[in-house]
């Protein structure tokens, strides 16, 4: 069995082919390779496999059985298992010799007998000869192999380990992070994560996921705790790593999901898929699984983002630093644009500027997004951005919002943003907010405002804790007062009697009941909507009302449906009658049913039948 061929005969050869995913034979089947089963007198180059490779004799990362052919410029990073013997990294057995030029293996091997880490054995007599053919001895598990030279798994990820490879024309390899990689794998179109890291070869190309990728295999420790494929234990290397050397290009992930991206550099800024960006956009993508590990500047998707658009883009990733952390993004300037994107993945700050979604917000837009994942950190802490503004100017937020919970251990912690230098507009947070040990000025949905900084449309419901300065929506407002309207707080469940600890503003306290059904003075019923028991949400996000996310097909095509089955139906409402002007659902039905609504009261139900008799 093989993924390309059970066998191959002569020919032309087999070239450029790169394998991912599982080959595994049933019963007492033998001859498996992750590319070819057994290859017979055929020449194979520039191929690789990175699929875990389960048979029961000869047995091969990327060929079960070589007879007299030949294998050029060509890798195995797959887990390889036989049940009985010939079980090898690159190719289970010989038949008749084989040449091997320019080759590697590094994936786990197990089995009973005639076991390498790059070849099993010799099935039958003939000479194979190992020119540049290296397997490594730690992620193998395999001190010997029938041919080849063994490395170090530290030594494994040096361009001086690889004597004889062609790194100008053929291979590629990013020094110290990565084991070799073909550059003929390079695509613009991505299908594999080793795609996915050779990005890194043209940071101003415009890129598109050809299909979802799932990196976990990827990232999980083998036998002795070595990784077989790639990377190492740092995991993924972020692709534009500097101010220098930025990523300038796009990648529109076209709905599909990258599952189990894992970074684990502690050290070092600018930390995500992307470490730095320039003007690069990247839409329609979504982030599964994994870890996000760095130092400052730490994001699933970016380190820092500068300038360009991110659209259509979520993770629920968890994601840990120091400064400059957010689910998404670390930092971002430059005018950035981020829409219609969220995270839910915890964040971990040790120090200032932790956000749900972004850790510093310099400029630019945040509409339509929002983050649901617990951040903690120090000072700046927000559950959508830790710092809208700070050193420089804040940017614009605007129907948005955060459910997660907040905790910071110094100053300015919000449920939504921690520091506010911009302007937000029609948001609203539910997380409870808790300020730690000495923490200062936290508000259920701002921590502080600078002078310049404004909100209009806004409201917080979550329970606001802390030793100093703590307000129901606001900590610390270092504006006139005028800088806020329109907000309110929920005085039952926050805990707070005042809406604000220092400072004044537009800041209205309401109950539980108060803030649900309707909308408060200042909301906009084409922005915001609600419903019985429920507090507002917006229009953008449950078009067709707050529970369609549940529902495959809206309640609103089945209403539609039903009213065009039965045409002189009626809709019965149990909502008082006083509120359905502020009800989104409720106008909704009316139009469909042309106003033949009535109450359920003993006079609605009067008027009710009168109507359908009509």
Known sequence: AGALAYRINGGSGVSNIHVTGSVTTVGSGGQVGGLIGWSDQTPISNSSSTATVTGFGEVGGLVGRLRAGSITNSYATGAVTGTTDYVGGLVGGTYQGGTLTNVYASGNVTGTTNVGGLVGGAIFAGAVTANNAYWDVDSTGQSTSYAGTGINNADAFSEATYSGFDFANTWVLIDGETRPMLQSEYSTTIFTPHQLQLMSLDLGANYQLGTNIDMTRAFTAGSGGFYGDVWGASGFDPVGDSIANPFTGGLDGQGHTISGLTINRAGERDVGLFGYTQYAFVSDLAFSGGSITGNQGVGALAGEFNGGTITSVSSNIPVEGSEFVGGLVGASQNLTAISLSSASGDV??????????IGALFEGTISRSYATGNVSGDSLVGGLVGANGFASGGGTIDQSFATGYVTGSASEIGGLVGHLEGIITNSYATGNVTGTGAAEQIGGFVGSLGAPASIDGAYSTGMVTGPSQVGGFAGFNDGDGSNITSAYWNTETSGQASGIANGSGDIIGRTTSELQG?????????????????????????????????NAVSGETWLRRARAQWPHSLWINPLP???????????????????????????GLDEGMRLLVR
């Open 348 to 357: 971990s700050g040790s120090g200032y500027a932790a956000g749900g979604l």
């Open 577 to 603: 009658e006083a509120r359905w002007p502020y009800a989104q659902s409720t106008a909704m039905i009316a139009e469909i049913f042309e106003d033949r609504m009535v109450p359920m009261t003993l006079r």
């Open 518 to 550: 309707r909308l408060p003075a200042g909301f906009s019923n084409t922005i915001w909507a609600t419903d019985t028991n429920l507090f507002p949400y917006f229009s953008w996000l449950y078009p067709g009302g707050a529970n369609e996310h549940w």
